[in-house]
Nanobody
Framework: QVQLVESGGGLVQAGGSLRLSCAAS????????MGWFRQAPGKEREFVAA????????YYADSVKGRFTISKDNAKNTLYLQMNNLKPEDTAVYYC?????????????????WGQGTQVTVSS
């Protein structure tokens, strides 16, 4: 099993940047493929970005492509999401997720482990 703890959320003005981190417990972090999701009030949880077990291949939702970068440091057991040029519509609780596997996955139902979430608020 793996436990996930997100950090790095906060309040930022439109056009600003934030970097989210997701620290994972356990000694087999490199065996996990991981993703970031977000959930705004009154909306369903949606896919943001995912990365394969090695950290070499990433995939992004169209809404964040070119602005967000996902990365995975297997030596530090940490997943990151660098968010640039933030927009008010990026406001949400951001969750990291993990599952055993090699490729990346984009559906909520494909992940077994979730963090508690971190709030990101972008003001206009």
């Amino acid at each position: 099993q793996v436990q996930l703890v997100e950090s790095g959320g906060g309040l930022v003005q439109a056009g600003g940047s934030l970097r989210l981190s997701c620290a994972a417990s356990g000694r087999t972090f490199s065996r996990y493929t991981m993703g970031w999701f977000r959930q705004a009030p009154g909306k369903e949880r949606e896919f943001v970005a995912a990365i394969d077990w090695s950290g070499d291949t990433a995939y992004y939702a169209d809404s964040v492509k070119g602005r967000f970068t996902i990365s995975k440091d297997n030596a530090k057991n940490t997943l990151y999401l660098q968010m640039n040029n933030l927009k008010p519509e990026d406001t949400a609780v951001y969750y990291c997720a993990a599952r055993l596997g090699f490729y990346y996955y984009t559906s909520v139902n494909e992940y077994n482990y979730w963090g508690q979430g971190t709030q990101v608020t972008v003001s206009s």
